[in-house]
């Protein structure tokens, strides 16, 4: 139950946290285009079984592979892509506390 609150409680607020704070503005937008990082896990979908709670997503799917992160850490430099890139490392993060239960 922790590591289910720990997982999808970082893939939602953090990014909200992060839109609240430095995006006050336009701080749904911001959220919006963070959240948007969740799509990544659509290569969940070539894994068989699609959802196994002991499978670490870190370097097994391909979205979620070191290779993958580094282009995602690369996006947080330019200011076009940051957003993303925070909705993408942030997704990373959640699922690096989702492994570090197991």
Known sequence: ???TFAHYGCHVFIPLLVALIWYKSRWKMAFLI???GMWIDI???LAAPVFDPNRCSINFHPL???YA???YLILLFPKKTRLLGL???IHIIADIVDCSFM
Do not use: K, T
Request: aromatic share 12%; hydrophobic share 55%; net charge negative.
């Open 34 to 36: 963070m959240f948007s």
């Open 87 to 89: 909705g993408l490392v």
């Open 1 to 3: 139950m922790l590591q």
């Open 43 to 45: 290569d969940h979908l």
């Open 64 to 66: 979620h592979s070191y």
């Open 69 to 71: 992160i580094a282009i």
